[in-house]
Every structure is written in structure tokens, then in C-alpha cells.
């Protein structure tokens, strides 16, 4: 055989360390693919590899027991029952104003003055014309004495024969002149007497007083202004003050006519006034206005408050929950809460999963009463916590997305 054929038979050295090579490196290859798959394995189940779980949210909240007694909702305004535009009875100057806006009054204080000089002479006038007519009354009886002593003298005389009946006739005429004279004078000083009253009267009026206790809302005048029962002209005015019983305001809403049925005086409600989004007030149905607004189709619903506070104004908007039953004074407080179908009953606890980032915690919580379609929640979240509704198939960790609304 030639011996190039020979050469070819040889088995080359740089193929077999080239198997030998890949046969080392085999058992490596394998081992790093089993780690890999160990290790994505165990990132899946913690939840750092898995998919996105899309997941409704909601929001703990405080809210109160009241919403889930509400058969129907509406919004109105406060209203005093009690209001007045104070004016004077005659027409004068304004000289002092003792109020201002804000002003708590009791009734009968003076809340202004007015110009009076006149006034006041007419009374001085009527007290000196009274102390006149007193002292010819009080002379008429002088003479209504002396008179009918004289009368009773003659009159014996008469009889005895020891004057003339002329002469008695004439004193006894001037006896009932006199008794006719006490009248007169007796008239005289009743009517000095109402004259000086009425000059009273006239001088009071000088001073604009509280009809009623209540609290200054506006003024309308000011020293110097003319003020007249009637404003006739643009420099006069009718009204000083607008004066509100702060104990009488109610809240009047609009309740539609087709659900006024299920509304009743006396009903018991609960009263939301945006000035004060804090606490919510006690109320009752106090008068349901027997007329409907046609332009509106509603019915005019007044409600009074069982609880009151100082800082309640006029015409400060407010939201009534009209209830099916009253409140005990438990109810009263807010309460925090989710919905129930974020909470997962086990036997031993109950879990949530809070929205952490992109992550669901479960979190184990202690649960009160249903509140509606709410539960309370006494431990283990807190007001504005973000957790997932229907959250089954949760773990702890797992990636959520959020669903968009």
C-alpha cells in the first residue's frame, strides 16, 4: 500500500482533544441550565418574573352609618325662620348705630338711634300741659268743697226761712258748676295724660330695638342716612339692620314630586353642611309645604336640627340624608371601611392585599358590622390605603396592574 494512503488511516490529534474538550464542558452546560431553571422557578412563585395581575382598586374610607340608612338624598340651604328688617315707625335722621355685622342682640336691645330734639320738646310740652290740668283740677276741687259747703249752709237757712230761696237757688247753682267744673278739669288731665304718653311713645320710636334675640346679618344704614318706614328716594333708606333668629334656622331642600312619598314629618335625617365637612348634625323632618314648584316639579321639605352649633350661618349650603329609622348614639361617629368584596374569609382571619407600588401586600385585618355593601375595619389598614377588589388568586408580592376605568 503506498504510504500516503497510510497517512490518511492517522486519526488527528486536534479533532480528538476537540471532542475531548466538549465532553468536559457537557456536565457545566447542564448544571447551569438547571440553576436557570430553579432560579426562574422560584422568581415565579415569589411573584418577581410572573405576568402583570390586573385588579380592580378601592379606597378605605371613613364613613358614617348613617349613608347605609339613607332612602333618599338632597341638598338645600339654611334658612332662618326668624327674619327681620329692622326700620323705625317714622321717618328721621340716623344719629348713632350700635351694631354691626355680627352683633348677637337680645330682644329689646337698642340697636340705633335717630334724631329726636323735636320729639323730646313734644314730650317736655306734654309733661308740662299735665302738670297744668293737675293743678286746675286739684283748684276745681277746692272750689267744689267750698261750693257745697256753702250749698248745705243755705240750704238750712232756706228751710228755717232765714233767706231767700233766690239766694239759695244761686248757690246752689254755683255748687253744680262747680261739680261740673272737676270734670272738666279731671278730663283735662286724662287728656294731658295721652297727649304725654303718646309724646312717649313718639320719642321711643327715636330708638330702633331687637324685635327678638338673634345675631346682626347686615346693615343697611349708617349715621347721617335718612330712614323712613317707606323708601320713597334713593337717599333715604326703610330697613338699619337685618337681624336672624339663629335658633330657628332649618334646612329647606328640594325633594322631587315623585319621590316625596317616601319622606314624613318627623323623619329622621342626617345633615351634611359643607362649612363644616367635620361632623354631621341630627335632624328630623320639621314641615313638609303643601304646594309644588311647577317650573321644578318639586316640593319645598324643612328640617329642623336636633344638634346645633355657633359656627351654623344662614344660607350656608347643606345635604340631607333622609333615614329609614333614627341613629343610636353609637352610630353617630364615622367609622372606617371597605368594600366588602376587597376581604377574603378565612376561618382564622381575614386578609386584604394593599397597593403597594405595583406590588399587592396581604395584609390580615379585624373586622366590625356591615355597613351597606361595606364592612368596617377595626386593624390593619388606614384611611386612603388602596386594596384590591375580588383580590382571589392574589399573593403576597404579586405584580398588579391596575384596570383603567
Known sequence: MPQEDLNKLKIDSSARKSVAGGRKKKPFVIAGALVLIVTGFVLYRLGVIAPSATVDVTTVSMIYPSQSLSVLNASGYI????????????????????????????????????????????????????????????????????AAQENERYQKLAVDGYVAQSDFDMIHARHLRSLEAVKAYQAAVESAGAALAYAKVNLDYMLIRAPFDG?????????????????????????????????????????????ITLIGVGQPCDIQLDALAERRFRGEVHAIVPTVDRSKATVLV???????????????????????????????????????????????????????????????????GLLGDMREIKSGLRPGDRVALAPRGLRDGTRIKVAER
Open 215 to 259: 345675631v346682626v346679618l347686615t346693615k343697611n344704614a349708617d349715621v347721617g342716612d335718612i330712614v323712613t318706614p317707606l323708601s320713597a328716594s334713593a337717599a333715604s333708606k326703610a330697613a338699619v339692620v337685618t337681624l336672624a333668629d339663629m335658633d330657628s334656622l332649618q334646612v329647606e331642600v328640594d325633594v322631587s314630586e315623585t319621590s
Open 79 to 146: 334658612v332662618a325662620q326668624r327674619k327681620a328688617a329692622v326700620a323705625s315707625k317714622v321717618t328721621g335722621r340716623l344719629t348713632e348705630l350700635l351694631v354691626e355685622e355680627g352683633s348677637r342682640v337680645r330682644k329689646g336691645q337698642i340697636l340705633a338711634r335717630m334724631e329726636s330734639a323735636d320729639v323730646a320738646a313734644m314730650k317736655d310740652q306734654g309733661t308740662a300741659n299735665l302738670a297744668n290740668a293737675r293743678a286746675m283740677l286739684k283748684q276745681a276741687l277746692v272750689e267744689r268743697d267750698h
Open 302 to 368: 324643612k328640617v329642623r336640627f336636633c344638634d346645633k352649633d355657633p359656627r351654623m350661618l344662614p344660607d350656608m349650603s347643606a345635604k340631607v340624608s333622609f333615614l329609614s329609622r333614627g341613629l343610636t348614639p353609637e352610630e353617630l361617629p364615622p367609622r372606617l371601611a371597605v368594600h366588602q368584596s376587597a376581604l377574603i374569609e378565612m376561618k382564622d382571619k381575614t386578609l386584604a392585599y394593599r397597593i403597594e407600588g405595583n406590588r399587592a401586600r396581604e395584609i390580615i385585618v379585624a373586622t366590625g
